[in-house]
């Protein structure tokens, strides 16, 4: 926390977050950074339901997002985890750069060894995911790069649970990279992750319903080797920015009601768990029409996962209910190590390669036609449903908890 507070007041910038002040708690012996309350993050917007962003809007989301890193840049930060979650949006339609907790600073004229196990996994460059341990400003464009793509997609582009797995879909998307890069990179799981075929380039032939324009920049950001990537600086004077239509200005952006991460992955909660009971209803019915016919072991993935949520929900409200003397939080960057850690117990087998589907089949079609921005007040997922009853322990069992728990207090004493 102390080095994200000297990089924060290192910072001055429009699109950079401004540390406001600190405030610390006497009774938890926390401290904590106070901030702008920001309304959106881009997450959120880029996943609700009716929102769909124009070309102008998206460049003048991207301009504001490589207006902040190259200040950044220039004041010689690296943020090293840049995703929709960490993009906040205020009502006046400004963007700014949160979340400097994996941020360091570098010397451009010595190298110095950084840690690998940065940026989340869906926006994690290459070099990182084979163990780099001495890089610059590319690993922040290329996570650049696959905001842009996500935007004009409406999803993000590369998805990979694993580090095995997100380094095949890079490299089918983007090209195997070449064996001079192999042998001038000298990377530590290079012998480990090499591709058993080589993949051709395919960013235009995907993404060919994208506007024109932007295709030259997503292929120099998505590009394999850092050091071919644009600039920050570069990036803003690209055919992107500087051919119509312009990017809108903030203020003109549309009003939206307030959307965060955590807004979206609630809705997606409560789907699931509209569909797992939608589904346990339907097996119920076709079970009374059925009983006669031979029974097949079915796998159930939605309810399995409705499950484990319920669990992990019951889990947290009893640490919180726990009485403690300290506020305890999950580390704030948990979801920057997806995966699995290479040489853990659970390390997957390189050679064993997802299922071979081509990136030029995907879908990541972008409507060219005006589209409604909003289609009306999103359906707030926390007043779907109705509680669970909790059952009544018998009157017996009443009896000897009392007793078990009386005989406990005299242990104790």
Not at 313 to 338: C, M, V, W, Y
Not at 348 to 376: A, C, R
């Amino acid at each position: 926390m102390a080095r994200e507070i000297l990089i924060l007041r290192r910072l001055d910038h429009p699109n950079v977050v401004k540390l406001q002040g600190l405030a610390t708690s006497r009774m938890s012996c926390s401290l904590y950074l106070v901030f702008d309350y920001m309304v959106h993050d881009l997450a959120g917007l880029a996943s609700s339901p009716g929102i769909k962003f124009t070309e102008t809007q998206v460049k003048c989301y991207m301009h504001q997002l490589l207006s902040g890193l190259e200040h950044c840049h220039n004041r010689h930060v690296l943020h090293r985890d840049i995703k929709g979650s960490n993009l906040l949006i205020d009502d006046g339609g400004v963007l700014k750069i949160a979340d400097f907790g994996l941020a360091s600073t570098f010397d451009p004229n010595i190298r110095q060894p950084m840690t690998s196990r940065v940026v989340t996994l869906w926006y994690r460059p290459p070099e990182l995911l084979l163990g780099a341990t001495y890089y610059g400003v590319g690993v922040d464009l290329w996570s650049a790069g696959c905001i842009l793509a996500e935007l004009f997609a409406g999803k993000p582009i590369m998805t990979g649970r694993t580090e095995v797995e997100q380094l095949h879909r890079i490299f089918k998307l983007c090209g195997s990279p070449s064996e001079e890069y192999w042998k001038k990179s000298k990377l530590p799981h290079a012998t480990i992750f090499k591709p058993q075929q080589a993949y051709k380039r395919c960013i235009k032939e995907t993404f060919k319903d994208f506007p024109q324009s932007s295709l030259p920049l997503i292929d120099t950001l998505l590009a394999i080797d850092p050091s071919e990537r644009l600039t920050a600086t570069a990036a803003l004077k690209s055919e992107f920015f500087t051919t119509k239509p312009y990017a809108c200005d903030p203020s003109s952006l549309p009003k939206y009601p307030p959307s965060k991460e955590m807004d979206a992955k609630r809705r997606d909660e409560e789907a699931r768990r509209l569909r797992a009971a939608g589904k346990t209803q339907a097996d119920s019915v076709k079970k009374t029409r059925t009983r006669d016919r031979g029974m097949r072991a079915v796998p159930a993935p939605e309810a399995n996962a409705e499950l484990q949520a319920n669990i992990d929900k019951r889990r947290l409200i009893t640490h919180a209910n726990a009485k403690s003397k300290s506020e305890k939080f999950p580390p704030p960057h948990q979801d920057g190590g997806l995966g699995y850690p290479l040489g853990s117990s659970h390390h997957i087998d390189p050679t064993l390669d997802p299922p071979d589907v081509p990136f030029s089949s995907m879908n990541f079609s972008y409507p060219k036609d005006q589209m409604q921005t909003w289609s009306g007040p999103l359906v707030d997922p926390g007043g779907v449903g109705a509680p669970r009853r909790k059952s009544r322990p018998s009157k017996k069992s009443h009896r000897k908890d009392k007793d078990s728990s009386r005989n406990k207090e005299k242990d104790d004493i």
